[in-house]
C-alpha cells in the first residue's frame, strides 16, 4: 500500500543509504519519494520481469533469491534500511536476474520509479557513484554466500543468517518461520528446526513459532566464522557506519 506524503524530508528517513546522501542528491529523489508498507511475502522485484520501482527499506527484510526452473528459491543476499531492491537498473539492467521478497513479518520504505531514479543518477553522478557503492558491497555479500554455502554446516550458515537478520530489524526479536529460513538457506525445514534447537540449547537464541530472539550475539558472530562481517566492513567504510558491526 502507498501512502502519500506532502514531501520527504531526508532527517524522516530511517534507510541509511538514503540518509548518507549529500543533502543536493536526496533533493533531486525527494518529489518522487513516495512511502510504501511491505506485507510479509511482498514481492519487490522478479525474475525476468521489468524493473518498475526502486524500493529502499525503512523496515523490513529483503531476501535476495535465485528461483529453480521448479520454483524453489534460495536466498543468495539480504538488504533492510542499509540498501534497496531494483539495484540492477543502475547497471542499465532493465529486468531483474533475480527475485526480491519480503521474508520478515512486514516492514515499510520509500520507493521511488525506476525511470525517476535513472533520470536523477544521470544528471548527477555523485548520486549514481553512492547507490553504486551499495550495489559494490552487496557483490562482496553475494560471493562470502557462496563460499558460505560450500564450505560451512547449516548450523554456521543459520548463525551467520541470524547476525544478518539481526543487523536489519529493531530489537531482537527477528520475526519469521522456520520453512522461510529453510527456503532461504537451502535446506530441510527439519534440519533448521534442529538447529535452532541446539543453538537454544546452548543460550544463543529463543526460539518461538514464527519468532527467534537473539539473546547471544557475540557467541553467534564467533560461530559464524570469517563469512560474516565483509560486507559489513565495507559497507561502513564505503557508505556510512554499519548497524550493529563489530
Excluded at 533492510?80 to 532493465?94: K, N
Excluded at 544528471?123 to 560471493?143: C, D, N
Amino acid at each position: 500500500m502507498t501512502r502519500k506524503d506532502s514531501g520527504v524530508r531526508q532527517d524522516s528517513v530511517e534507510n541509511l543509504l538514503l540518509r548518507s546522501l549529500p543533502e543536493e542528491d536526496f533533493a533531486r529523489l525527494a518529489p518522487h519519494l513516495a512511502r510504501v508498507d511491505f506485507g510479509m511475502g511482498s514481492v519487490l522485484a522478479d525474475i525476468g520481469k521489468p524493473i518498475e520501482w526502486a524500493h529502499f527499506p525503512e523496515s523490513g527484510i529483503v531476501t535476495f533469491s535465485e528461483v529453480l526452473e521448479n520454483g524453489t528459491r534460495i536466498g543468495i543476499a539480504h538488504a533492510g534500511y542499509d540498501g534497496f531492491a531494483g539495484w540492477p537498473i543502475l547497471l542499465d539492467c532493465r529486468k531483474s536476474t533475480h527475485e526480491a521478497r519480503i521474508t520478515s513479518d512486514g516492514g515499510s520504505g520509500l520507493r521511488i520509479s525506476a525511470a525517476d531514479l535513472v533520470a536523477a543518477c544521470d544528471a548527477a553522478t555523485s548520486l549514481r557513484k553512492h547507490l553504486l557503492r551499495f550495489v559494490h558491497a552487496i557483490t562482496v555479500q553475494l560471493g562470502c554466500t557462496v563460499i558460505s554455502s560450500l564450505t560451512q554446516s547449516a548450523e554456521t550458515r543459520l548463525c551467520r543468517w541470524t547476525l544478518m537478520a539481526h543487523d536489519r530489524v529493531h530489537g531482537d526479536q527477528i520475526f519469521v518461520t522456520h520453512e522461510e529460513i529453510a527456503v532461504m538457506l537451502a535446506v530441510r525445514r527439519a534440519t533448521i528446526t534442529d538447529v535452532l534447537h541446539t543453538l537454544e540449547s546452548e543460550g544463543f537464541i529463543r526460539s518461538e513459532r514464527g519468532k527467534v530472539m537473539v539473546l547471544d550475539r557475540a557467541g553467534l558472530r564467533q560461530r559464524a566464522g570469517g563469512t560474516y562481517g565483509a560486507y559489513e566492513a565495507l559497507y561502513s567504510r564505503l557508505i556510512a557506519p554499519f548497524p550493529r558491526a563489530e
